[in-house]
């Protein structure tokens, strides 16, 4: 069954790039959507400072290593992010505080498991940028055992 799918999707693009041309076929990205560019204007002793939404730029930016597997991988940051860079991690959680699942990221197995690994470790370091609760705190712990979390706070010495 799974092959008769890859199959008819691998037919179903050949045919699309014969009927339409090169350009149907061709993998280049979408113009970015929503640059801003900031203005700042000042009016005798108030200054006010937007950001004004443009057209999309001449060039859209490329990245260092376009043959990269992965975004993070094309963009070489492969070794330049931890549980601290929330931002990043933001962009891989659900609203819930889940991992997006590997096929919507498109990050290689490596990276997805790093990336992973990171949100944990921000979860339980309190700076989870999902809007998950914060952790529970050890003195908060100590009065319920009931609730005691072996795997955040480490075994009972």
């Excluded at 975004?71 to 931002?87: A, F, S, T």
């Excluded at 919507?104 to 992973?116: N, S």
Aim: net charge positive; aromatic share 4%.
């Amino acid at each position: 069954m799974v092959a008769l799918n890859v199959l008819v999707s691998g037919c179903g693009r050949l045919l699309r790039g014969l009927l339409a041309g090169q350009a149907a076929t061709s993998r280049a990205r979408p113009p970015a959507r929503g640059f801003r560019e900031v203005v700042e204007i000042q009016a005798g002793k108030t200054t006010i400072i937007e950001g004004r939404i443009t057209g999309t730029p001449k060039e859209s930016p490329n990245p260092p290593n376009p043959s990269g597997q992965c975004p993070i991988c094309r963009w070489n940051l492969k070794h330049k992010y931890n549980y601290e860079d929330v931002l990043l991690l933001s962009q891989f959680i659900r609203p819930h505080g889940g991992m997006l699942p590997r096929r919507v990221t498109g990050l290689c197995q490596e990276e997805h498991r790093k990336i992973e690994e990171c949100v944990k470790m921000a979860h339980r370091a309190g700076t989870s940028p999902a809007g998950l609760p914060a952790p529970p705190s050890p003195s908060t712990t100590e009065a319920t055992a009931g609730t005691r979390c072996a795997w955040l706070w480490g075994p009972p010495s």
